[in-house]
């Protein structure tokens, strides 16, 4: 059975923290960090997982926070993304195969010159990525592809 302790997580950007501090050391929100109860695993190095349960909440008590987002090449898939991309999010993108799922997701991200982007597939290899870059003549330097299935490998990524 796996060690639980405590550690301290922003409610604003995520961010965790051994101990709480009034101002989350990561974005700078006041009064934002809550404590949550996480098991220590060792599987090279030392990775923390989430033990809380959730609680209910009524959907009117809970607070909306507006969130900046990245405005995406395609303004189909900023309208689909609720206004754009939010930062540091993650994105599931699913569908039938060869209905168009990588293809749309490389026309974006290889448009995007200003920011550094990570793409992590579970299906294609990295060379059928590099053939399609080619084949929609898009190319950039600010984007890193990663062909993973597992998520622990991903998050250490």
């Not at 700078?28 to 090279?44: F, I, P, R, Y």
Request: aromatic residues 4%; contains cysteine; charged residues 25%.
């Amino acid at each position: 059975m796996a060690k639980v302790k405590s550690m301290w997580f922003c409610n604003s950007c995520g961010a965790d923290s051994p101990k709480w501090e009034g101002r989350c050391p990561s974005c700078g929100e006041w009064g934002t960090l809550v404590e949550e109860k996480v098991s220590a695993k060792q599987n090279k190095g030392t990775m923390s997982t989430r033990v809380t349960k959730s609680t209910p909440q009524k959907v009117s008590e809970i607070k909306a926070m507006n969130e900046p987002r990245i405005h995406m090449p395609s303004e189909e898939l900023n309208r689909v993304l609720g206004g754009g991309l939010v930062a540091g999010s993650l994105v599931l993108i699913g569908g039938e195969p060869g209905i168009g799922k990588s293809t749309l997701v490389l026309q974006n991200i290889l448009s995007i010159k200003s920011k550094t982007i990570l793409y992590v597939s579970g299906e294609e290899s990295a060379t059928q990525l590099k053939l399609r870059a080619d084949r929609i003549g898009r190319q950039s330097d600010n984007c890193y592809i990663v062909c993973e299935t597992s998520l622990e490998n991903i998050l250490t990524t």
